[in-house]
């Protein structure tokens, strides 16, 4: 699975981007999708995830704030940010995978850099 993000930039405090992720090649029938985000010196860490039923799961940090959506029929994922922090700034990558395995050994896009900054 090949996975192409986009979004991001540099975006004031309180702003409303969101970031998209469009999935080529075979997912299969039961996967999940879902948004990790990083900064430097940190482990990547869980924004949100989405299964092929729409069952959603998010960090506390963006419980609220978030919403994380997805389009089966394209093969996208996106993740609507509201309200957001200087906390908030990161790289976001998108990930795929299987159901039954971990998120690490799954695909991932190439990060898009989002920067929440007066």
């Known amino acids: 699975v090949q996975l192409q993000a986009s979004g991001g930039g540099l975006v004031q405090p309180g702003g409303s981007p969101t970031l998209s992720c469009a999935a080529s090649?075979?997912?299969?029938?039961?996967?999940?999708m879902g948004w990790y985000r990083q900064v430097p010196g940190k482990q990547r860490e869980l924004v949100a995830t989405?299964?092929?039923?729409?069952?959603?799961n998010y960090a506390d940090s963006v419980k609220g704030r978030f919403t994380i959506s997805r389009d089966n029929a394209k093969n996208t994922v996106a993740l609507q940010m509201n309200s957001l922090k200087p906390e908030d700034t990161a790289v976001y990558y998108c990930?795929?995978?299987?159901?039954?395995?971990?998120?690490?050994?799954?695909?991932w896009g190439q990060g898009t850099l989002v920067t929440v900054s007066s």
């Open positions: 989405i299964g092929i039923d729409g069952a959603t």
């Open positions: 090649g075979s997912m299969g029938s039961l996967n999940v």
């Open positions: 990930n795929s995978r299987p159901h039954y395995i971990d998120y690490r050994y799954g695909s």
